[in-house]
């Protein structure tokens, strides 16, 4: 089992959640618990690098999935950095990838 770490930083008017490893129900409060932390610090214009893990289930879709809603009423933003691996098909095929601007890298999800 992969180990979940997560780390967030400001850039400008946005906060970077950086994810690495597995995103799954046994971390998914964790990671829900990082993102209300970091806008609540940073405020509602969120992204996330998820472009270091390795695993991601549906309950760790959902969470993201449930950010952008409370952000959005929030008149806020949030972006992913996802590459073309299992994320990446993971959100595609749970026709979640509309939803949100998807980068490849974490500097053109900034610029």
Same mark, same amino acid.
């Given at each position: 089992?992969?180990?979940?770490?997560?780390?967030?930083?400001?850039?400008?008017?946005?906060?970077?959640?950086?994810? @690495?490893?597995?995103?799954? @129900?046994?971390?998914?409060?964790?990671?829900?618990?990082?993102?209300?932390?970091?806008?609540? =610090?940073?405020?509602?214009?969120?992204?996330?690098?998820?472009?270091?893990? #390795?695993?991601?289930? #549906?309950?760790?879709?959902?969470?993201?999935?449930?950010?952008?809603? =409370?952000?959005?009423?929030?008149?806020?933003?949030? @972006?992913?950095?996802?590459?073309?691996?299992?994320?990446?098909?993971?959100?595609?095929? =749970?026709?979640? @990838?509309?939803?949100?601007?998807?980068?490849? #890298?974490?500097?053109?999800?900034?610029?």
């Amino acid at each position: 089992m992969d180990v979940l770490e997560m780390t967030r930083r400001r850039h400008g008017e946005r906060v970077v959640v950086s994810l @690495a490893g597995e995103v799954d @129900a046994d971390n998914v409060s964790k990671v829900r618990k990082c993102f209300d932390e970091a806008v609540a =610090t940073h405020g509602p214009r969120l992204v996330v690098d998820l472009s270091n893990v #390795t695993f991601i289930d #549906t309950t760790g879709l959902g969470v993201l999935v449930r950010q952008l809603a =409370t952000l959005r009423d929030r008149d806020g933003t949030m @972006a992913l950095v996802a590459t073309d691996g299992q994320v990446m098909r993971r959100l595609r095929r =749970t026709n979640i @990838a509309p939803l949100f601007p998807i980068y490849e #890298t974490l500097s053109q999800a900034l610029d």
